[in-house]
């Protein structure tokens, strides 16, 4: 059984509580609400541009009831950066003024965004305008914070083998695009490896704007390049790859590091020394906006959004980035061939993390019969099992599969 709500203009019911009710979409006593929902899909699936933007939310799907939690979440990270030192915490807090940016919940607690606190750190320390003693306990918390993130964040070597198909169907169904279609772009606030891993799991070639020399420097230049297969190339051009996607690290990565010679990213052996790289834009500092990389990646996300016949897929994501919520609503001001898909855990929940402003605005379009938005409640997991698969296998992904099986059934025991 598959249950999910979803709010869209072919579907706009509420039950007493003015929530979409939860359907079960394999009854066929819902066949009218599912189809609705599968017609979005099917456009989604088959746009000219697909964008995907991917938040947290894909990543705590890795996270089995009664097992230890592998991937954290954004209030995870929060309580192990306090847990470092709760005191110096505790002044940390006091000496960037945090609670008066913060805010609170709706239901009144203290709003817990590790990413905005590390931008108001980053703010105070070149002021200087803070004490001495105040000042490095303030750049020491930093460094350690980022360290705590790069370590709790690094748990794909931890995921087991039978926790990845979600994510390996995902990038299998939506990256092997037919040849009249764009290349899948996938834009993602998380600093995990998760994608990147699926990628290889599924033979995806990853174009991530990082050269593929080594030691791998950070080159926009890499995302206008394309592969092609020279053996089935015709005398004007090549035959171009199926298996490409394109994927923009908004917020950074855990094997990102920033030196006097650039970017560069960490492989294997190769340890580049410098600093990590993690943004994290917030509305109070918009001036990270005009540092690379994160000025190429917001430059790729709002060309992509302002194209014609593009499907934006928002995944997993609260909509709690200023930036990249600014880039959306004004593509649907203003991109008349844009659609737009928020799928993720509880977005129609008051209390939840999805943010109330996008919430409200969606509804009210939606409501008002704008069929280019949806908005569905459901896990990852479940999401990716309802996306329509276009992709019909080569012989030469056939051979292999059943050569990777024979494999497989030899190594038993």
Known sequence: ?????????????????????????DSQTNEFASSALNRFLNQLVDAENLVVLAGSGTSLTFNRQGLPKVAPS???LWASCRNLDVARFDEVLRSVKYDDVAGTWQDGLQRQDIELLLSLCDSYLPLKNLSSTRHRKVSEFLIAAKQNIIKETSFVDRVP?????????????????????????VFTTNYDLAF???ASNTGMIVIDGFEFSQPHRFNPAWFHYDIVNRTQASEKGGAYLP???HLYKVHGSIDWVRTTAGVYKQTGADKTSGEPVFIYPSSTKYQSSYDSPYLDMMAAFLEAVQKPKTALLCIGFGFNDKHLN?????????NSEIMVMAATKDPFNPQGAFNPEIRSQFMNAITAGDSRLAIVDCTFDTFVSLLPDRHKPSPEETLLNMFEQVIARGNQP
Do not use: C, Y
């Open 1 to 25: 059984m598959k249950e999910v709500s979803f709010f869209l203009s072919d579907f706009k019911q509420l039950d007493a509580n003015g929530l979409p009710p939860r359907i079960d979409i």
């Open 74 to 76: 954004m209030a995870d």
């Open 161 to 185: 083998h039978d926790s990845w198909p979600a994510h390996n169907r995902f990038i299998s169904v939506l990256g092997k695009r037919s040849p009249k279609q764009k290349r899948l772009k």
């Open 196 to 198: 990147e891993v699926a």
């Open 243 to 245: 298996n490409i996607i």
């Open 326 to 334: 600014n880039a959306i609503t004004m593509a649907l001001r203003t």
